[in-house]
């Protein structure tokens, strides 16, 4: 060791723990919610009745749920440890005393009922949509008439959760999954695993601001989570002065139903979705203009396959339900051993069908297409969500789980010959 008459190391037999890295960004977020007011408002608007709460009110849980956010820690248990020696300060920072125990946590967010996560959320929207946006900033499209329209993209996604390995055996307890409270067993589409759990979004399309996020156990109740979607939709463009018809909703398929497409009518707003059945296809006025030249010809951007668009015009999509206007495109059928994910196969042409409630003066069939395509598509977003590079995210609803040894390849495998192996292994236990 070299001398330095500069350098003077002191110790100490008294513990001192080090303050977190992560504390100076809670001072910040804080001071944050303090000055927009949302901490008095979290303080004094949210409420929870129920037994033996103690001294404790939802703004103490809610100071744990941040703090663990902004941490980064790996585990709860791990936030706990490191906020130990400072939970005072912590608490403080907030405005209160007593940080909870971690089963007091446990016990609130098992008994948190909807009208407490409804005032949660409206004090949230209320501030996210208008902190820092103004009428001009907000963004927009104007339509061939000059009239201004916000996109919003309402967006149901199913993704499947993972799980461990758990012991079995006869000396054993029976098994329990701690993800039966928020998963269940539901569609998978083209997704490997059984367990999943519904996400539904709405997105401004102009700033990217999230307007709500709905999810539920397995298929979850699609209809009720677009309902809530859409009264955030209709309360973010009322913030700005804004009347419901300014707001135009892009959907997808699972939402271009009758009664789905009438449920979005109500609600004031316009739409452009894709049609979920083909019969309207054998509708006289649908045949009748299939039968003259397309109304205008689309480039596609990802295969260069020139697709024919047909305005059908306004129809009823079911008895006593309002008018849409129904968009026809269709292209050329790839080779009859090759299947079509989207779409019906009708002799040489595949067709697909879109709804909308917009005019045609406003929008053209070709403006419709590309805003559903490209313009108001969610997927650019978060494309990232649907690359699955892992094969063991995907797991099983087996009893016990999924063994960890269907896991293991040898590294010095072929990176193809690897690849093949986690493939099959991960099939040999969805099957």
């Avoid at 744990?64 to 403080?92: C, H, K, N, Q, V």
């Avoid at 779409?343 to 003066?361: H, S």
Wanted: glycine share 8%.
């Amino acid at each position: 060791m070299i001398p330095n008459a500069c350098i003077q190391v002191h110790t100490s037999p008294v513990d001192r723990p080090s303050v977190p890295v992560w504390f100076a960004e809670v001072v910040i977020i804080v001071q944050h919610l303090a000055a927009s007011g949302l901490l008095d408002g979290f303080a004094h608007e949210v409420r929870l009745v129920r037994g033996r709460f103690g001294s404790y009110e939802p703004i103490d849980f809610l100071a744990l749920l941040i703090g663990y956010a902004i941490s980064g820690e790996r585990t709860l248990a791990d936030f706990f440890e490191r906020i130990e020696p400072f939970e005072t300060e912590f608490m403080a920072l907030f405005g209160r005393r007593c940080l909870p125990h971690r089963s007091s946590l446990s016990c609130f967010l098992a008994d948190v009922d909807r009208p407490c996560l409804q005032a949660f959320r409206a004090l949230f929207q209320h501030h996210a949509f208008t902190d820092g946006w103004t009428l001009e900033s907000i963004g927009g499209l104007w339509d061939r008439q000059g009239h201004r329209c916000i996109v919003f993209d309402v967006d149901a996604t199913r993704q499947a959760a993972r799980q461990r390995a758990l012991p079995c055996g006869p000396e054993l307890p029976a098994t329990r999954r701690r993800l039966d409270a928020v998963c269940a067993p539901g569609y998978k589409g083209r997704k490997r695993g059984e367990v999943v759990r519904t996400r539904t979004t709405a997105l401004q399309m102009h700033t990217r601001q999230w307007i709500g996020t709905y999810s539920g156990k397995g298929n979850g109740d699609y209809r009720d989570e677009l309902a809530s979607a859409l009264q955030a939709i209709t309360s973010y463009v009322k913030t700005f002065a804004l009347t419901s018809e300014v707001a135009l909703v892009r959907l997808d398929g699972q939402y271009g139903d009758a009664a789905v497409i009438a449920q979005i009518i109500l609600a004031g707003v316009h739409l452009v979705t894709r049609g979920r059945g083909y019969q309207i296809l054998e509708h006289p006025q649908i045949q009748g203009v299939l039968v003259h030249a397309p109304t205008a010809n689309m480039t596609s951007r990802n295969t260069g396959e020139v697709v024919e668009l047909f305005d059908g015009g306004w129809l009823q999509p079911g008895e006593d339900f309002p008018q849409v206007r129904v968009i026809v495109a269709r292209h050329q059928a790839p080779a009859p051993e090759k299947s079509i994910s989207v779409g019906k196969r009708i002799n040489e042409w595949v067709y697909e069908l879109f709804m909308t409630t917009l005019d045609v003066e406003r929008f053209l069939a070709e403006d419709v297409l590309d805003l559903y395509h490209g313009r108001g598509a969610f997927e650019a977003v978060l494309a990232d969500e649907d690359v699955e590079n892992d094969p063991d995210r995907w797991c099983c609803y087996s009893e016990c789980g999924r063994s960890p040894l269907a896991n293991r390849v040898p590294m010095d495998m072929e990176p193809s010959a690897r690849a093949r192996t986690c493939h099959a292994g991960t099939t040999n236990a969805r099957n």
